[in-house]
């Protein structure tokens, strides 16, 4: 079976779990005899080959001259008004559009600037403007290679796979590793992103949530057919534990919340449980490792409750360094307003931390031995560090059994899992 | 002729409310009363009093034919006295008939009798008084916590003066034996013991309602056809079981009191078994060989061992935790800091610990009042600590008072 998957970041050129997903799930299905034939936008040429072919979609010359390129930009009808980049939407509404705007396709053909585009591969300013490249990108390879089934990974994607579909007629088959809807919560998501993400699951054959609690807001707020919607759990690849020599350098005990400073990831909860436990127990330090646009508002409440000198900004850590900051952790924190999956706390468990999580996320539904609490009940967020910390067989129990769980989320189980929805949706 | 031997096990446990680390120090109130009083009225309605008088009925029918024994823990008596004084009187009714013998045990419901010999003793005569106290009667039998039973646990029991016990016919324990003779303790030789047919016993008390069991549903005809296959020479058969199965386990829509209800007569107008009281077997009958017992078992699970109590690293800290006080208890006067110490003793809060069946849950979930072992364990430790804070202000005030008093 060949597959045609569609990512925007591949490791080690990572921000999020996206990337590191979709690595893992590659490695599964290779291991499940499946060629794939990874497209990302920008590929810096030392990512992982020996199992997956890499294309650079800064690499694929697109021929706008073609005519199936012309007549799929034409049905893709993603129009540039302004800096705004209009969602996909019907041909008949395109039309209407079209007129009331007064631009016709040739114009539009100006804005795109020669054969090969150069993806910054990032999350800027043009973001639209490159999903919609990465589209005709998508188009282009369709035209040219040889597959059975197409694999989007979220909505920066999904348009090029909407080409790939409407070019070769293959099946397409989106993974939602995220949704707007969990990123920004209710009434505040990205239209743009929203129509997008909406877009490309009603064009899907079959939709991959990471978790059914990702499944109920794809089924409930995009609308989309329950019976085309399958939960493949994430997984973790298993790592070699190196001898990083880290030696702790306080007395204290270390609490440690890894991840972006951002309204999804719930640090003011954090926050809120740290005060408490410093109440009773002022021999823990409390770790906040990421960066993001809820950061000053944070250092800020920390002063006002007068815990800044147990507390500690590290910034955003990558690497090697976030091994090290789990080996000098006792416990680690997630405490997610809306987890789709929840990556970090499973690497926390593999490198033996004891995790508190947040019951509003994927992960909570794969693991047994991790501390489950609601993202705002404080009293039991507190509660249960503190026994993390206080009541030694309940850390050891976590971090034995927990480590025990972690080495059972294989990405072969996951991909074997996805193999056998490939050919069911082939069947159909 | 041979016997037939019911046991009730009537037991509630004092639930423990959700209590925070930040309560440490400074709430000494540990147990949930709204949640413990609404389950024994429920237990009350559903369980306790229609199959109380379901008995008193089958025992006025059938005047000295039927017998049954119970064992009420120290704690239901407790919260009988506060919150359901009818249920109380209801057993006090069947006391009166004659035909129903009250056994012996831990007043706390406690697993005391693996560590310590003292608090044992001290816990089993608290028991004994009790039952003395509300029903007029002397207890002669003992059951432990959950059956729980090793060679030393019945040599202790032996000595406080019992003559009969108790315990589980175990398949580890019993090999080709057959639960359905009395035993004897292998030293002890005044102590008899008595073993649960599991199979019989779970068949009323687990698979009754189960609607994939081959056999259901269970009538009382194939029921005593079931009793008279037992192989002729074999002497007394021992259903033992919890008292809930009547009503809560198995509810009455099951039909269980419609088969309680008749099967006694049936097996009656048989005529092949007697009904006995554990204290009648142990006269009527003569022990077929020892039996012996050098690792603890009880009725739990299937490993019939102590796994659901003290099978994990976190029941283990706990119960060691608790153990270490009973030095500071032994001198203790203080009225509710050993009230609070016996509540604290109920093996239940270590069931709630029970990592064994993280898929199932089935019967261990009935009634607990944590979604997980662990959140059982925190707050069973953070009750601990905040106990110990206490005993040992209380250890520390009496240390001064003798110091001064020696002065």
Not at chain 1, 218 to 229: P, Q, R, T
Not at chain 1, 296 to 315: M, P, S, W, Y
Not at chain 2, 168 to 190: D, Q, R, V
């Amino acid at each position: 079976m060949k597959v045609l998957m569609f990512g925007w970041e591949f490791p080690p050129h990572i921000t999020g779990g996206l990337g590191t997903a979709s690595y893992g799930l590659t490695k599964g299905l290779v291991k499940h005899d499946v060629d794939i034939i990874f497209v990302v936008p920008k590929a810096y040429g030392d990512e992982d080959q020996r199992a997956v072919r890499i294309v650079n979609g800064s690499d694929v010359p697109v021929n706008y001259k073609n005519k199936e390129i012309q007549e799929f930009w034409n049905k893709l009808t993603y129009l540039e008004i302004g800096s705004n980049i209009m969602p996909y939407i019907d041909p008949e509404d395109f039309e209407k559009l079209h007129e009331d705007h007064g631009k016709t396709v040739k114009e539009k053909e100006h804005i795109i600037l020669g054969e090969k585009y150069s993806f910054s591969g990032k999350y800027g300013k043009n973001l639209m403007e490159e999903v919609a490249r990465y589209a005709l990108v998508g188009a282009s390879i369709a035209q040219q290679y040889d597959f059975d089934i197409i694999h989007a990974h979220d909505w920066l994607t999904y348009s090029a796979g909407i080409a790939a579909q409407q070019i070769s007629g293959k099946p397409l088959v989106v993974h939602m590793h995220a949704t707007e809807y969990d990123r920004s919560g209710e009434g505040r998501v990205n239209s743009e992103v929203f129509n997008l993400e909406q877009a490309g699951m009603r064009q899907a054959d079959l939709v991959i949530p990471v978790s059914d609690l990702t499944r109920n807001t794809v089924i409930n707020k995009y609308g989309i057919d329950a019976s085309k919607v399958v939960t493949v759990h994430n997984a973790i690849e298993p790592v070699e534990q190196e001898d990083l020599n880290i030696k702790k350098s306080v007395k204290e005990k270390v609490v440690t919340f890894l991840g972006r400073l951002t309204f999804q990831k719930g640090p003011e909860y954090f926050v809120e449980a740290a005060k408490k436990i410093l109440e009773k127990d002022d021999n823990v330090r409390f770790v906040m490792a990421g960066n993001g646009d809820m950061m000053n508002q944070l250092i800020r409440r920390v002063a006002e409750l007068k815990i800044a000198d147990k507390f500690h900004f590290t910034g955003f850590l990558k690497g090697e360094d976030v091994d090290k900051m789990f080996l000098l952790s006792d416990v680690f924190v997630m405490p997610s307003v809306s987890e789709p999956f929840g990556l970090v706390p499973l690497e926390a468990m593999r490198s033996n931390v004891p995790v508190v999580i947040s019951k509003q996320s994927g992960v909570a539904e794969v693991l047994n031995h991790a501390f489950k609490v609601d993202f705002w009940d404080i009293d039991s967020m507190a509660d249960a560090i503190y026994g993390l910390l206080h009541y030694k067989s309940l850390s050891n129990t976590f971090i034995r059994e927990g480590k025990k769980e972690v080495e059972n989320l294989k990405w072969e189980h996951a991909a074997q899992k996805i193999k056998e929805l490939y050919a069911q949706t082939l069947n159909q | 002729m041979r016997s037939i031997s019911f046991y009730f096990q009537v037991h509630q446990p004092y639930r423990i409310k959700k209590y925070r680390f930040f309560n440490m120090g400074n709430d000494h109130h540990y147990f949930d009363e709204y949640l413990n009083k609404t389950i024994i009225q429920r237990v009350a309605e559903k369980n306790y009093l229609p199959m109380n008088q379901l008995l008193l009925e089958l025992i006025q029918k059938h005047g000295k034919d039927f017998k049954v024994s119970f064992s009420i823990t120290g704690m239901a008596i407790e919260q009988f006295e506060q919150y359901a004084p009818e249920v109380l009187d209801s057993f006090k009714r069947l006391a009166d008939t004659g035909n129903v013998e009250f056994l012996a045990e831990t007043y706390a419901h406690s697993l005391v009798s693996l560590n310590d010999a003292g608090e044992f003793k001290r816990q089993v005569k608290m028991h004994q008084k009790k039952i003395k106290e509300v029903f007029g009667v002397k207890t002669v039998t003992f059951r432990n916590t959950e059956l729980v039973y090793s060679d030393d646990i019945g040599a202790a029991v032996a000595d406080m003066g019992f003559k009969t016990m108790l315990t589980e016919g175990a398949k580890h324990i019993l090999g080709w034996k057959s639960p359905n003779y009395l035993y004897k303790h292998p030293y002890k030789k005044t102590l008899k013991l008595l073993l649960k047919n599991f199979s019989l016993s779970d068949d009323i008390a687990f698979r009754f309602s189960s609607q994939d069991w081959g056999e259901w549903p269970l009538t009382t005809d194939k029921y005593l056809h079931w009793l008279k296959q037992i192989k002729p020479e074999e002497e007394v058969v021992n259903l033992y079981m919890d008292y809930e199965t009547f009503g809560e386990h198995q509810w009455a829509e099951s039909g269980i009191f419609d088969f309680m209800r008749v099967l006694p007569g049936k097996i009656i107008e048989d005529g092949e078994f007697t009904f006995n009281t554990p204290s009648e077997l142990s006269k009527k009958l003569k022990p077929v060989s020892d039996l012996h017992v050098p690792n603890p078992i009880s009725w739990a699970d299937e490993e019939r061992d102590l796994s659901a109590w003290l099978g994990n690293e976190m029941q283990d800290e706990a119960f060691e935790k608790l153990n270490s006080m009973i030095p500071q208890m032994q001198k203790c006067k203080d009225k509710q800091l050993n009230a609070d110490w016996l509540k604290l003793q109920t093996s239940d809060h270590f069931y709630y610990m029970c990592t064994k069946w993280f898929a199932d849950g089935d019967v261990h979930e009935y009634f607990n009042p944590y979604a997980s072992p662990f959140e059982a364990f925190i707050n069973y430790m953070n009750v601990l600590s905040d106990f110990k804070i206490r005993l040992d202000a209380y250890s520390q005030k009496s240390k001064k008072k003798v110091k001064s008093i020696k002065k």
